[in-house]
């Protein structure tokens, strides 16, 4: 090519670009958005949504309008007043009022309607496979799911007024009435994430959920009101939710169809969840206020108030690990906090009060009753003194409650305790005394798992559900205790061996002073055994040695059986009921033998029990006396012990008279 022509080429590239820079920028023109007003444009609000384009407005005016809605495009669909706008869906949609398929779509100032009739169930509004729509002040009024999410994130549902009207049993995911698979909700999120779900009012799901998180993450659940539900939020393999400030009133209970009973309520339920929050709520009036089950782990429960559950305020079951569980009120509930069967938890500055049982903490291997709890927890304004693998300490005597959890020699002295399921807990722990503490209005007074080796003295245990209560514990000594006046057992000891029961005081517990399930080699010496429903009973258990007691005035002195399960290989039942001779055996109020020789021991046997033909050979003429009182700061166990003293003298007197 001649450069003549190079150099025109190339001023024409030049001058091409210089025209594409300087001529001014001419913009295409867009369509501008626009409102379709119903009924006045088009009939039907589906009419108007298949006509509009993305951007535009479908504007209903008041008025009632029959038939499903999809929407599938990104639009707004407004109504001109919730109260007198209603959509009342069909069956076309299968029981969806209005189903959203595309994102960014508006829905507001709606009534939202399903029909009853059909086997289906009702949904209000189904987003599937959406982001960025926003459900805001509309009311629901159906029977089965108001708003459910299904795949579908970055939305937001608030200030909607959420009713439910049907009756029976509401299946939620599928299945019908007749053959119900699950319960209603207000609110479903199924696989969804970082919905906001925001200043709801969702009332009168009786059988069903007020919110439902399932498999769904990060999503922030705030300020909404929920009322008369089964379930307030319940939470379900989900993690990182937020849920806070909501105000949760929950008074129905689920009575199942089949006739099978009850199911208790929650105010809110974490199963299988982690990492989620639950804060600032405000819980009233239900069986359960916040409940963290089937390994939930991670989770934080802090600053939440709980009042007037029926079961528990606060519970962790089934492996509810490493929570954070800080700063709750709880009150005026049945268990204020119970930790079953779940390990390292952390506990502080929670306001326990109130409470039948303030504080129960059970499991059955040691890693359960590992926790981490400090003094700043308080039960009726006192301090929790849990601790875990603590040694040749004494525990303060302003304590609410005490556990001591693999730790040896460790002394409790002066406590006095009430309100707990259990007032004094031992759970692998050795060589540690319990003395001169008042348990009292416990569901078990002092309760001793797999412990050895420790010493109760001394102690005024009244007023509880059982007074004492062993189980796989060997080898401790309970000496010189006022057990009295029990709902239940006095004293109680379960697979438990070779513990020595020695003057103490048993006396007006309903059931049985003593009862040994299972449980042999025990020694029982110098006890008052008086005005119990049953004095001693044997169930199971063998080579049990019991002599120098007592028995006055119980229902029925000594009651043996064998195990519920059969017998036992070994020959349970036999045990030994006296010293042998001069030593003697145990006085009997109703011992009516004769004693000839006057050395204080009847002539005949006393027949103790036809159950593998107990006798106590040496059966006392007069009672054993019982010289060792305890010393408390309450006069009120010496003068219990004096009463008994003197039934037993009365008794014996009035034997005396028939002979």
Not at 190 to 209: A, M
Not at 515 to 540: D, E, H, P, Q, R
Not at 640 to 656: D, G, R, T
Request: hydrophobic share 35%.
């Amino acid at each position: 090519m001649a450069p003549t022509m190079k150099r025109t080429t190339l001023c024409l590239v030049l001058i091409a670009c210089l025209l594409f820079v300087t001529i001014p920028k001419m913009d295409v023109a867009k369509a501008e958005a626009s409102m379709i007003v119903v009924p006045d444009d088009y009939d039907s609000i589906q009419e108007a949504i298949n006509v509009a384009n993305d951007g535009d407005t479908v504007f209903v005016k008041a008025g009632t309008y029959n038939g499903s809605v999809t929407i599938d495009k990104s639009l707004s669909l407004i109504g001109e007043d919730k109260e007198t706008t209603t959509i009342i869906g069909d069956w076309s949609l299968n029981g969806t009022t209005v189903l959203v398929e595309h994102d960014s779509v508006s829905v507001t100032n709606l009534t939202l309607k399903s029909v009853i009739g059909s086997d289906l169930i009702g949904r209000g509004i189904h987003l599937l496979h959406v982001r960025y729509c926003h459900v805001s002040n509309c009311n629901f009024i159906l029977d089965g799911v108001a708003v459910w999410l299904y795949d579908s994130s970055e939305n937001t549902i608030e200030d909607n007024s959420i009713d439910y009207y049907g009756s029976g049993i509401n299946p939620l995911y599928y299945g019908s009435r007749t053959n119900p698979v699950y319960y209603g909700a207000g609110i479903k999120l199924q696989n969804s994430h970082y919905n906001s779900i925001t200043q709801n009012n969702i009332t009168e799901y009786d059988y069903g959920f007020g919110v439902l998180l399932s498999t769904s993450i990060g999503n922030n659940l705030t300020k909404n009101s929920i009322s008369n539900c089964y379930y307030g939020i319940r939470v379900y393999e989900s993690s990182n939710n937020t849920i806070a400030s909501n105000k949760i009133r929950v008074t129905r209970n689920l009575f199942l169809a089949d006739g099978n009973g009850m199911r208790s309520n929650f105010g809110i339920r974490l199963h299988s969840a982690s990492g989620n929050t639950i804060t600032s709520n405000s819980i009233l009036d239900t069986s359960n206020g916040i409940q963290l089950t089937l390994s939930s782990y991670f989770n934080t429960i802090e600053n939440n108030t709980i009042t007037n559950s029926t079961y528990s305020g606060i519970g962790l079951g089934d492996d509810a690990s490493h929570n954070r569980i800080l700063a709750n009120k709880v009150s005026e509930t049945k268990h204020g906090l119970e930790i079953m069967s779940s390990s390292n938890n952390t506990l502080k500055d929670n306001d326990i009060s109130d409470n039948v049982y303030n504080l129960w903490v059970n499991g059955s291997e040691l890693e359960h009753f590992i926790q981490n709890f400090d003094a700043s927890n308080t039960l009726d304004d006192k301090p929790v003194y849990y601790w875990v693998n603590k040694h040749d300490l004494s525990v303060p005597s302003d304590a609410g409650y005490v556990a001591l959890v693999n730790c040896t020699n460790v002394t409790i002295a002066g406590v006095e305790i009430s309100n707990n399921y259990d007032g004094l807990l031992l759970v692998y722990t050795t060589n540690s005394t319990i003395t001169k503490t008042v348990i009292t209005g416990n569901y078990f007074g002092v309760k001793l798992y797999q412990s050895t080796l420790n010493n109760i003295f001394e102690n005024d245990l009244k007023h509880n559900y059982w007074g004492v209560w062993l189980y796989q514990s060997t080898d401790n000594n309970i000496t010189c205790n006022n057990i009295a006046e029990n709902s239940k057992h006095g004293l109680r000891l379960s697979n438990s061996s070779s513990n020595i029961i020695t003057e103490n005081n048993i006396a007006e517990n309903s059931k049985y002073g003593l009862v040994f399930s299972n449980s042999s080699n025990n020694k029982i010496t110098t006890n008052n055994i008086i005005n119990n429903g049953v004095g001693a009973g044997f169930v199971g258990s063998s080579n049990n040695v019991v002599y120098h007691n007592n028995f006055v005035n119980n229902k029925k002195h000594v009651e043996v059986t064998k195990n519920a399960v059969g017998y036992i290989p070994i020959p349970d039942g036999m045990h030994i009921f006296d010293n042998n001779y001069p030593s003697g055996g145990n006085y009997w109020d109703n011992y009516n033998g004769t004693d000839t020789n006057h050395d204080g021991i009847g002539d005949t046997s006393y027949l103790v029990s036809d159950y593998r033909n107990n006798t106590d050979d040496y059966p006392l003429i007069e009672p054993v006396e019982i010289e060792t009182i305890p010393e408390f700061s309450s006069g009120l166990i010496l003068i219990f012990v004096l009463a008994a003293s003197l039934a037993i003298v009365l008794s014996k007197k009035a034997w005396s008279s028939l002979f």
